[in-house]
């Protein structure tokens, strides 16, 4: 675990306060062109809630949108010339609780990863609303200020979804998961459309385990496969906030091996985004 750098505060605070500056001109160049957050989405190809939490400085506002922004409202390179600036910041801030840094940094360097969830949505793929929901019911509970520092560290963890080249990533979700309603009704339409949305996605392969197995070789629990570039496939093994890091060869290959036989017992890709359609249609 690394230790608490005298200036990581201040770093995280000086990369908020930048994040936060962006979005304000951000909403202001988009008032001044008369565009809602729904236009304004809709013309560069993001959703309404990621041009609101990028003004409201809660996301990250990763140098392709700001270059988007700045060509279409006009706003004479400030935004794109910013770019440099957010990138040293994100590799600055310091948002994850302690514990959980050493598994971020190696996930930001992943070339291929793959999961087993059966409780909740997967971070990388949970929308904003679905993130807050979850850390605003942990208990013991968290802070407001808290809740936006980790939901905004989820968000942030999510560009390696769409980064290039891409890594290989596969996920293996419980029926019974894609049915719980975290945060209402809403949040859960929401976050079916984001699973579509993801699992369109070339380098992503998104697998639903339906409840009407008989055999599950995930019975053991959740667990995560992690493939850092130049670096030997590791595991990482999170439950009841109590984590572990596995570099153990054997004890991966065997993980490893049960991920294979969890996947071969899943519905396939298609028939999985099929099944995820059907459940938004009749929420």
């Known amino acids: 675990m690394r230790l608490a750098h005298p200036t990581d505060e201040d770093a995280d605070q000086g990369a908020a306060d930048l994040f936060r500056v962006l979005g304000r001109q951000v909403k202001a160049l988009r008032e001044r062109a008369g565009l809602t957050q729904r236009e304004l989405g809709r013309r560069l190809g993001y959703g309404e809630e990621t041009i609101a939490s990028v003004e409201q400085g809660r996301r990250v506002p990763q140098p392709a949108l700001l270059t988007a922004v700045d060509e279409l409202l006009d706003a004479g390179g400030v935004l ?8 040293r910041a994100k590799k ?22 793959h999961s087993y969830c059966n409780h909740v949505i997967p971070g990388l793929l949970q929308t904003e609303d679905y993130a807050r929901a979850l850390f605003g019911m942990r208990t013991p509970l968290l802070d407001e200020q808290t809740i936006e520092m980790r939901v905004a560290a989820r968000l942030a963890r999510q560009e390696l979804l769409t980064r290039w080249p ?4 596969t ?3 419980e029926e019974s998961v894609l049915h719980r309603p975290i945060g209402g009704r809403e949040v859960r339409q ?18 639903v385990m339906p409840t009407d197995r008989s055999e599950h070789a995930g019975m053991g629990g959740p667990f995560t496969l992690l493939t850092p570039k130049g670096q030997l496939q590791v595991a990482h093994v999170e439950v009841q906030h ?4 596995i570099i153990e ?10 991920y294979g036989s969890i996947r071969a017992q899943a519905l396939t890709p298609g028939d999985s985004l099929s099944l995820i359609e059907k459940l938004r249609g009749d929420a």
């Open 80 to 87: 794109t010339a910013a770019s440099d600036a957010v990138e």
């Open 92 to 113: 600055s801030r310091i948002l994850h609780p302690a514990w959980f840094r050493g598994y971020a940094r190696l996930e930001a360097e992943a070339v291929e990863l």
């Open 166 to 169: 891409a890594p290989i990533v």
């Open 171 to 173: 996920y293996v979700v």
């Open 190 to 207: 929401r976050q079916l459309e984001q699973l579509l949305s993801l699992g369109r996605l070339r380098s992503v392969e998104l697998q």
């Open 242 to 245: 109590v984590n572990r890091l």
């Open 249 to 258: 060869h054997e004890e991966v290959r065997m993980l490893a091996a049960r």
